[in-house]
């Protein structure tokens, strides 16, 4: 245990973030749900890209435009490997897990659907991956059903699978949900989903960063996950597809790069992944991102998910001690994420409150505004843990609490 707190110590100071004050308070920062911090190591590389080693990838014919396409498919690969794809040709470089999304809805799910087919959601999805099926649902005029959500956030499985039938062509779900916490069984749940014969999106954006993803294992047909979640910058995702459905896409957006040979009447499309990944490229994203990557391989997910499990324990436990506190998401199995409201208080009060104290968390409905209703509530406080998190920061959360809850009750 010393070791281990030695070693997120030591990772602690690669975040020169945390070293800032707030409102002459020590910075603690809870919000690695929306966005996490950027190691040096990682900002470090974006910047040498930048200044020494600039240049567009693919169609270069010089050294730096070799060096930057070799980088830039090396980060490819890294991917690859870290979802353990069976091969590169199946990560596709995107924004994040919306344009992910968006791109399975249009090029997968525009050309499937007939009338009266079926999407299936649940209540605790995000809002990237409710309203791209939405769109694509009512052109089609499919129709876009949710599995129920427990009191306690664990998914209805039983619920599951009495809405899944023969009508069902995709299944589109939440490894883990980014206000309950609720860590899902993706792998029992695509396996159920095949049965019916339809297909399986996950998406990953928060347990990417918690423990180690297997596509092949899982048996997913999509996995979307964004960078910005996994200590890289913002504006690079992944999208990993299997290439026997990749190769069967029309494209999802036209232009360079991403074809073979145009003609003023017509074009054909370059290979997969490639005539998914039109224009320009996040270059020094997507090298920033396989450098992230290695960061975390260089940790071990086995040390990641205790500390953070650790942390997420303490904080539970010390919120059931606060009076007035009401903990949304009670799940057995779950992610670092805490979400909480305090009695007859608002959660925008009680964020306000915290940041005052220098205590970074979010305040709102999380762009889950189905799961809200659901529950009957406007929004929650939401405290998220991430590997440069410590036990004081839980103290502090905790006090910051305990001060909003005296001024408020």
């Known amino acids: ?224 996950f964004s960078g910005h979640k996994l200590f890289a910058p913002f504006g690079i995702g992944v999208l990993y597809a299997k290439k026997e459905i990749l190769e069967t896409m029309p494209p999802y957006q036209g232009g360079g790069s991403m074809i073979s040979d145009v003609c003023i009447e017509s074009s054909t499309y370059n290979d997969v992944p490639y005539r998914f990944e039109a224009g320009t490229p996040n270059v020094e994203g997507a090298i920033a991102l396989g450098c992230a990557i290695e960061f975390l391989k260089s940790i071990g997910f086995t040390k990641i998910s205790e500390h953070k499990k650790d942390l997420l324990e303490a904080a539970t436990e010390g919120l059931l001690k606060i009076p007035q506190v009401q903990i949304v998401g009670t799940a057995p199995r779950k992610g670092p994420i805490l979400s909480f409201n305090l009695l007859k208080t608002h959660h925008s009060d009680v964020g306000q409150v915290l940041d005052q104290q220098g205590i970074a968390v979010r305040a709102g409905h999380h762009c889950t505004q189905p799961l809200m209703k659901r529950l009957g509530i406007s929004g929650t406080v939401r405290a998220s843990f991430s590997i440069y998190n410590n036990i004081k920061d839980v103290d502090l959360f905790l006090k910051g609490v305990k001060k909003a809850q005296e001024l408020f009750q």
């Open 1 to 224: 245990m010393i070791e281990n707190e030695t070693l997120f110590e030591n990772i602690r100071r690669q975040f020169p973030a945390l070293t800032q004050k707030v409102n002459g308070r020590e910075f603690v920062y809870l919000d690695s749900a929306a966005t996490t911090l950027k190691p040096e190591v990682v900002a470090k590389r974006v910047y040498h890209f930048n200044q020494y080693e600039i240049s567009n990838v693919h169609r270069g014919a010089h050294y730096f435009a070799d060096q930057a396409t070799q980088k830039y498919e090396e980060a490819r690969k890294t991917t690859a490997a870290f979802l353990n794809a069976k091969t590169t040709t199946e990560v596709i470089f995107v924004r994040g897990t919306t344009e992910a999304i968006n791109l399975i809805a249009y090029s997968f799910a525009r050309p499937l659907l007939k009338e009266n087919d079926e999407i299936l959601i649940t209540e605790m999805e995000h809002h990237a991956n409710i309203v791209p099926w939405q769109i694509v649902a009512s052109e089609k005029r499919a129709k876009v059903r949710a599995v129920l959500v427990k009191e306690n956030g664990e998914l209805d499985l039983e619920d599951l699978k009495s809405k899944l039938s023969s009508k069902t062509k995709i299944v589109a779900v939440t490894a883990c949900s980014n206000i309950l916490g609720t860590v899902n069984n993706v792998k029992l749940i695509t396996e159920l989903a095949h049965k019916v014969g339809a297909k399986v999106l996950v998406d990953g954006a928060q347990i990417v960063s918690q423990e180690v993803v297997d596509v092949q294992d899982i048996n997913c047909d999509f996995f979307a």
